[in-house]
């Protein structure tokens, strides 16, 4: 009700209900807010950046419901969350407070008398039309259910088959038999236990079985679930169980799902226990998760991804609570079943906070584990997904997962995760070390199989700095295609369009983008969970139609990314470009320092734990100078051009940047040499550094401050002739010389 009547622009509710974990509880909400990563960037971006992403520039309300269970967690997010906004309110439900400096407690009054009656009535007719309420029978029920709203539910429910008095002369009997609880214990929660308790006992004892076994499940279930723990009576069960209100029915995108409320979960958990059917529950709780996993741990990648993402991201919280169980346990099997469905859920999402979260927390386990003949394929799937992470989003380096690939037998490449895994276990290829034997796999007359090996070439000739080299991989890739590969596709055609980006060829990257977000709408997928439609809006910049970026940012924005501000600061940029572009100088540029300023005072950095490689902030710092300079209004940003040879440094020598940042290094490190060019005032370092960057491929997301032939024409104007010398000096450089070679053009360090 406060959600639905808030005054604030934005409302937001996340259930944590299914969260097991206090360190989980940021993820959980980032995820559940639709956070993901951009189709290019780095990995392991501060979930609590995303939510402020998502939940925008305010005033926002965010809900979230059932904390206690996780009450650090929640606090830990909470405190982060108002330290980072102005207009963010939180609103959380718990049965202790988070004790916080910054919280009101608002203690919930039991429903008045004449509100507990409406209640009652509204949810008995709905139950049983035309059932008969006496005014007076009904007030004499109401009176005894303290005002509670669940009691008041499952009270109303048994109009079904019970008259009112009847229900009144029940509840008071149960309530004189629970009263004698502990004395500290609230009064309200042990009339909510007799009302639970009461409604337990009109099952039948096949009921209370019932729902003893399927309290088990976190994140609710499907019937098809259920039959693994109460068999084949399971859809009767589950009726009956709906029936007496003790089973919620919820539609989704992937179905009829069946929930507890949380109250009547814990209940049904505690008479699990006390019967001693714990270990038997959980074993049937596994065996679903097995089956599910084996089931679907590659179909996301097949004929219908988006339609079995939604399949599988419904049971998540499942998922998980199998997986913890699993690796607790040593339950080799069912570690590799969850994590290979997860895996698969999070690489078609892109939700790369999660996905290389998962890699963390398996990867030695699945390493050590020899998988049974039935879970060979899913391990595959597991490890091959590890290995495809670490690979594209770190450069080509060795890794246990690919180890573990090494060591299982090998398949035909009949499917796209099999044909994966047979392009990783080529060492030398992935590596570099033997461009024959990876030409000769995009030569196969595997299809799949070629097909993948031309996406890894690009992705390896991208990461030297080949981009024609790239381009061509990509473009034969797709080609190999044809009309196969649903996903496939969709990734060869936005592969394409950030390689045309990053070669400032916006046309066809509007083609490659437009083809993909049409192949994601075909698929049934309307969320964009790979970000095309804001690299559609770079490209829109790139060809000069401002209107059609000013209107496609508004589109993007209903899907934030993972990374931090970025979504505000995004559509900030992108209007300062408009502006710029369409002759509004001041406006522009008074735009980019908000947006710098914006990224500054961001408590949590849009990747990792250091602010200083967050590598958006560098992207628009960067951008924001190169604007300056180009109208010549540098002395508006004095502080931010002092600050870049120092930025630039810590990237050129941070381990963690050169570890996770692989593919974004040298555009980011471009991108500052640039900035600092266009700042300096000695023509002929101006015209080195502008070399210098050219050949580190300096990010061009942005139009028209980063078109590249104004950086050479600024270059040839400061020094024609150190520029050309620069460019012959600098072109035949390996990455770890251009490295040493940038890191000795800082101020400081010649």
Not at 141 to 156: S, W
Not at 462 to 467: I, K, M, P, S, V
Not at 541 to 556: K, N
């Amino acid at each position: 009700a406060v959600s639905r009547e808030a005054e604030q622009r934005i409302v937001r509710v996340v259930a944590l209900a299914g969260v097991g974990k206090d360190d989980d509880v940021a993820g959980e909400v980032a995820s559940a807010l639709g956070v993901v990563e951009p189709q290019r960037g780095p990995i392991r971006a501060d979930p609590v950046a995303g939510i402020v992403t998502a939940l925008g520039p305010g005033p926002a309300l965010l809900v979230l419901d059932n904390c206690e269970h996780v009450l650090r967690g929640a606090a830990d997010l909470v405190h982060a969350l108002v330290s980072a906004t102005k207009d963010v309110r939180v609103l959380t439900t718990s049965r202790a407070p988070l004790g916080l400096s910054s919280e009101s407690v608002y203690p919930l009054p039991e429903l008045d008398l004449p509100t507990t009656t409406e209640l009652f009535v509204q949810r008995a007719r709905s139950a049983r039309p035309g059932v008969d309420l006496p005014a007076a029978a009904v007030a004499e029920l109401c009176a005894h259910l303290d005002g509670l709203p669940l009691a008041v539910e499952l009270a109303a429910a048994r109009v079904r088959v019970m008259s009112v008095a009847e229900i009144a002369r029940g509840l008071d009997d149960r309530f004189t038999l629970l009263r004698g609880g502990p004395r500290e214990a609230p009064h309200r929660h042990q009339t909510l236990h007799a009302v639970v308790d009461w409604s337990w006992h009109l099952l039948d004892a096949g009921g209370q079985a019932a729902l003893r076994a399927l309290s088990v499940f976190p994140g609710g279930f499907t019937v098809a679930a259920a039959h693994h723990l109460i068999g084949a009576r399971a859809m009767e069960q589950v009726e009956h169980l709906v029936d007496q209100s003790l089973l919620k029915v919820v539609d989704t995108p992937a179905g009829t799902r069946f929930r507890m409320l949380e109250t009547v979960r814990e209940f049904s958990t505690a008479r699990r226990v006390e019967a001693g059917e714990t270990d038997s529950a959980t074993a049937g709780f596994l065996a679903w998760a097995r089956e599910f996993g084996v089931a679907h741990h590659d179909t996301m990648l097949g004929e219908q991804p988006f339609v079995t993402a939604q399949r599988v991201h419904v049971e998540q919280d499942n998922l998980l609570h199998a997986l913890r169980i699993g690796m607790s346990q040593q339950d080799g099997p069912t570690v590799v079943a969850t994590t290979a469905v997860l895996s698969g859920l999070w690489m078609v999402e892109s939700n790369l906070v999660r996905g290389t979260a998962l890699i963390e927390e398996t990867e030695w386990f699945l390493s050590h584990y020899r998988p049974e003949p039935e879970y060979i394929d899913a391990t595959r799937t597991a490890v091959t997904i590890a290995a495809t992470y670490t690979l594209l989003l770190r450069g080509p380096r060795a890794t246990r997962s690919l180890a573990t690939l090494r060591a299982l037998p090998p398949a035909p490449p009949t499917t796209i995760v099999r044909a994966m895994a047979a392009v990783l276990r080529e060492a030398r290829a992935v590596f570099g070390a033997d461009p024959a034997a990876l030409r000769e796999l995009c030569d196969s007359d595997e299809p799949l199989l070629a097909v993948v090996a031309q996406c890894l070439t690009s992705y390896l000739r991208e990461f030297t700095g080949d981009l024609p080299g790239a381009l061509a991989a990509a473009e034969l890739m797709l080609a190999e295609l044809g009309t196969g590969s649903p996903w496939m596709r969709v990734m060869a055609h936005s592969r394409l369009g950030e390689l045309c980006l990053n070669v400032e060829r916006g046309e066809d990257a509007r083609h490659h983008l437009r083809a993909a977000i049409g192949l994601q709408e075909e698929l049934g997928e309307g969320s964009d969970p790979i970000g095309l439609r804001w690299a559609l809006v770079l490209a829109h910049l790139q060809c000069g139609d401002m209107d059609e970026a000013e209107r496609c940012t508004e589109v993007a924005a209903l899907n934030p990314f993972d990374d931090g501000d970025l979504t505000y600061t995004f559509a900030l940029c992108v209007r300062a470009e408009i502006l710029l572009a369409r002759g509004d100088v001041d406006p522009g540029l008074s735009l980019w320092r908000r947006a710098v300023d914006r990224l500054r005072t961001s408590t949590h950095p849009t990747y990792g734990v250091d602010r200083d490689l967050d590598p958006w902030a560098l992207e628009v710092r960067a951008v924001t100078v190169v604007a300056h300079a180009r109208h010549g209004r540098l002395d508006l940003v004095d502080a931010v051009v002092a600050d870049l040879p120092s930025k630039a440094a810590k990237l050129l020598t941070s381990p963690t940047a050169q570890r996770q940042q692989a593919l974004v290094e040298f555009p980011l490190c471009g991108a500052l040499l640039l900035a600092m060019a266009m700042a300096d005032p000695d023509a002929r370092t101006r015209a080195r550094l502008i070399a210098l960057a050219e050949q580190m491929r300096f990010s061009r997301n942005f139009h028209p401050t980063m078109i590249g032939a104004l950086a050479r024409k600024a270059a040839e104007t400061a020094d024609r002739q150190a520029y050309a010398d620069a460019v012959s000096e600098y072109a035949c450089l390996s990455r770890d010389e251009l490295r040493a070679v940038a890191l000795a053009s800082l101020p400081g360090r010649g």
